[in-house]
C-alpha cells in the first residue's frame, strides 16, 4: 500500500504508510518510556529529599530541580507524542510548521538542561564552601583540643 503524498519532497525516503507508522510508533514508545522512567526518578529523589532535610536551602533546591526535571522530562513525552502525529501531517507548509515547533520544544528541553545544570553546580559549589569551612573549623577546635591536652598532660 503506497501512502498518498501530495508531494515527494515530504518523505522521500519512507514511501510504505505501514512503516512510517511503525518507525514512528516505535520512536513515540521509546520517548514516552524514557519520560515515564525520569518522571519516576525525580519523583523517589524529590521523595527522599523531603524525608532527609539537611536545611532549608538544600530542601529549596530539591524543590526546584523537582520542578525543572519534572517538566524537561514531561515535554521529552509530548515530542514522543507528537512524532505520532507527524504522521497525519501531508501539507509540506504544515510539516516545516510542525518541525519548527518540534526543534522549539527541543530547545526548550536542553535550556532546562543547561540551567538545571547550573544552578545543580552553583548549589554544589556553595556545599564544597560550607564543607570547607566546617572542615577548617572542625580542624582547628581538634588543635585546640590537643594543645589543652598536651599541657594538662605536662603539668
Not at 25 to 40: D, R
Not at 42 to 55: C, G, R, S, V
Not at 133 to 149: D, K, P, S
Amino acid at each position: 500500500m503506497q501512502f498518498p503524498f501530495p508531494s515527494p519532497r515530504i518523505s522521500p525516503l519512507l514511501a510504505d504508510a505501514n512503516e512510517t507508522i511503525a518507525v514512528h510508533g516505535a520512536f513515540c514508545a521509546l520517548l514516552l518510556a524514557i519520560a515515564a522512567g525520569l518522571m519516576w526518578h525525580h519523583t523517589h529523589a524529590w521523595n527522599i529529599a523531603k524525608i532527609q532535610p539537611e536545611n532549608l536551602r538544600a530542601i529549596e533546591f530539591a524543590r526546584a530541580q523537582y520542578r525543572r526535571r519534572m517538566l524537561a522530562s514531561g515535554l521529552v513525552g509530548v515530542v514522543g507524542l507528537a512524532i505520532l502525529s507527524a504522521v497525519s501531517i501531508r501539507d509540506a507548509f504544515m510539516a516545516a510548521c510542525f518541525w519548527m515547533a518540534m526543534l522549539m520544544l527541543v530547545l526548550w528541553i536542553l535550556a532546562l538542561a543547561m540551567i538545571d545544570a547550573a544552578q545543580s553546580f552553583k548549589f554544589l559549589r556553595q556545599q564544597h564552601r560550607r564543607h570547607l569551612v566546617e572542615r577548617a573549623e572542625l580542624q582547628a577546635e581538634l588543635l585546640r583540643e590537643i594543645r589543652r591536652l598536651r599541657e594538662n598532660k605536662n603539668d
